[in-house]
Structures are given as C-alpha cells and as structure tokens.
C-alpha cells in the first residue's frame, strides 16, 4: 500500500482505508505478501471486475497487463 500511496501521490493511509472499503464490498481480496510479511497482496474478484468492466469498458485488458502478477 505504501509502494501505491507514493506513485500517486496520496496519504500513506488512504490506499489502505480504500481497499478495506472495497474488501468488505467483495470486490477485492488482500492477502499477506509471500515474499514480505509487511506487505499486503490485493486482487481483484469475479465481482470487481464485472463491476471494472461495467463502469470503465475496455480497460480490464488493459488494467491485466500492467497490474497482475508483479
């Protein structure tokens, strides 16, 4: 979360207090990190991203190719 916070410019906390908004929404999973215990590993499921595809058409491609399997 800290990683994301910095590339956008966003309060350390924030990218955290939004992926737990979206957790409990069932459109994201988080997971411990395998590689470092302090980070949090998130994904997006089946739910978020029929919702992805519905609201921003033709990303989800897209979105695939850069933000999976980092």
């Known amino acids: 979360m800290t990683d994301l916070a910095d590339d ?3 309060s350390r906390s924030g990218p955290a207090y939004q992926a737990g908004s979206l ?8 997971s411990p990190s395998p ?3 302090r980070s949090v590993m998130v994904a997006a499921t089946a739910v ?3 919702l992805f595809a519905q609201v921003l058409p033709g990303m989800p ?3 695939g190719t850069c933000c999976s399997n980092p």
């Open 48 to 50: 978020g991203r029929a």
């Open 61 to 63: 491609a897209a979105s």
């Open 23 to 30: 957790d409990k929404r069932g459109l994201i999973t988080r």
């Open 35 to 37: 590689g470092d215990e």
């Open 8 to 10: 956008v410019v966003y």
